[in-house]
């Protein structure tokens, strides 16, 4: 099995090599030191694109059933702690500042939130109310979710996955390994590359959305009370290999860690007020 995912290794990453991509930064470090390059082989236009029409239609069935910004006072309430955010996001990525952003509330009981590329913001109304959210905790879940858009998490992914689909084809067709052993290779690759690399998304986002939210005025320790109290309604946890997320325990020690870290932010946004 070991000789299989390295193999299966091996010939992504050189599969990754050929194929036309791009070498990025898409964002800026910032305060928390987010300096991973990426590679890129689908576009930003593309993806941006999709996501526009994806998100339109969802709003669009949302409000066909009256589930669309249904409580005004919640609206705004999002809406303003969205908007600060927002204008911290040039720290990160200064063409930011120039996307469509949107944000609107969808009703319904998942404890949710999301933001699509170019900056299209869901927030579910069972987060808000099953999780009582104080507005620093609402912060850190849209920071979250932001940041996800600034490092274009989603279209690194797609990257990956289009190359890691090519390599495993010419795995499969080149040792005759068929169905099962192409299979194989799947979960190979995903114990291997795909599951670690969407943990480390996460743990970007975790630390820039401790950030963007201490820049913009919101104590970033209430990321740390938001993961517990995530965790309180998650149900069991996944084995880290597992698992697209950290560990609940590694998530809350890494938060701790850079919360404290930008922690003089906030007080400076604080002294601003």
């Not at 325990?249 to 002294?271: C, F, H, I």
Request: proline share 4%.
């Amino acid at each position: 099995m070991k000789s299989v995912v390295r193999n299966t290794v091996v010939v992504l990453l050189a599969t990754f090599s050929l194929i036309a991509c791009e070498t990025v930064r898409t964002t800026q470090s910032g305060a928390v030191g987010i300096d991973r390059q990426q590679r890129m082989s689908v576009s930003a236009q593309a993806m941006e694109q999709s996501a526009s029409k994806q998100y339109a239609q969802l709003m669009a069935e949302a409000k066909k059933k009256d589930k669309l910004n249904a409580n005004p006072e919640q609206y705004q309430r999002v809406r303003l702690i969205a908007d600060r955010l927002i204008k911290q996001t040039s720290v990160f990525r200064p063409d930011a500042q120039s996307w469509r952003w949107e944000v609107n509330i969808l009703t319904s009981p998942e404890v949710n939130a999301w933001c699509m590329p170019g900056g299209k913001i869901a927030v579910y109304t069972g987060l808000i109310e099953q999780l009582k959210m104080t507005d620093d905790e609402l912060a850190a879940v849209m920071g979250h979710e932001i940041a996800h858009a600034l490092r274009e998490h989603s279209r690194e992914r797609a990257s990956e996955q289009t190359i890691a689909s090519i390599g495993i084809s010419i795995i499969a067709a080149v040792a005759g390994v068929g169905q099962i052993g192409q299979k194989g290779m799947e979960y190979a690759y995903q114990g291997a590359l795909g599951l670690p690399n969407s943990r480390a998304h996460e743990t970007e986002a975790d630390r820039m959305g401790v950030e963007l939210a201490a820049r913009a005025g919101y104590d970033p320790r209430a990321a740390i009370t938001l993961w517990q109290k995530m965790a309180k309604v998650g149900g069991k946890e996944s084995p880290k290999f597992m698992s697209t997320h950290p560990p609940r325990a590694e998530r809350v020690q890494d938060l701790t860690n850079y919360s404290a870290r930008v922690l003089p932010l906030y007080e400076a946004a604080q002294g601003k007020r």
